[in-house]
């Protein structure tokens, strides 16, 4: 679900920054896309990471 979201926020931003030349605030929505995306990474490498891991 963060994947969608965080690729919508960077998709916004790219809509409001190139196309509509608008500035501003148009900057958090990248940091925060940006932002989710690195969590919804990291949190899926960790879970693949205690998958393939073998268990003590």
């Known amino acids: ?14 809509v409001l920054k190139v196309i509509l030349h608008k500035g501003g605030f148009s900057h958090i929505l990248l940091l925060t896309g940006i932002s989710l995306l ?13 998958k393939s891991s073998p268990r003590r």
Do not use: D, E, S, T
């Not at 919508?8 to 790219?14: N, R, S, T």
């Not at 690195?38 to 205690?50: H, T």
């Open 1 to 14: 679900m963060l994947w969608i979201l965080g690729v919508a926020l960077i998709a916004v931003w790219f």
């Open 38 to 50: 690195i969590v919804q990474f990291a949190a899926y490498r960790r879970a693949n990471y205690q």
